[in-house]
């Protein structure tokens, strides 16, 4: 039987902790399993549970001791599926958070790299789409 790896966990560099946690607890409706202190690192940190992903948000501080020497925001692209609702709606309810959605001709939706850099701190693309039963 082979193995197969599968992505468990995911760690964004954010410079507001508060606002991404208002972009993902509120707007798309993660909940929040942890805030406080960052572990390995100083700084706060929130855990999100993602379902089959937990996705934790840091806030490092500007310094101090710790395993993290690029304090520098960054990620390149959030991939997220769509699951018990369309992605459509998911769409409705990013836009009636203020966060502007494009869809893309194959029916992912996304939410373009210098608008989630208003929620992040950072360009990143933001990818919706369906989950495949």
């Not at 500007?62 to 769409?91: I, K, M």
């Not at 992912?108 to 989950?131: K, S």
Request: cysteine-free.
């Amino acid at each position: 039987m082979a193995h197969r790896t599968n992505v468990i966990g995911l760690e964004i560099l954010v410079p507001r902790l508060a606002d991404a946690l208002t972009f993902f607890v509120d707007a798309l409706g993660f909940d929040l399993a942890y805030r406080g202190p960052a572990r390995d690192v100083s700084g706060e940190a929130a855990v999100l549970d993602g379902g089959t992903i937990a996705v934790t948000l840091l806030e490092p501080a500007e310094s101090g001791p710790g395993l993290l020497s690029d304090r520098t925001p960054r990620v390149t692209q959030l991939v997220f599926g769509a699951a018990g609702e369309s992605v459509l709606a998911l769409a409705e309810r990013m836009q009636s958070a203020g966060v502007a959605t494009r869809e893309h001709s194959d029916g992912r939706v996304f939410v373009p790299p210098d608008v989630a850099a208003g929620i992040l701190g950072f360009e990143v693309a933001l990818m919706f789409g369906p989950v495949e039963p």
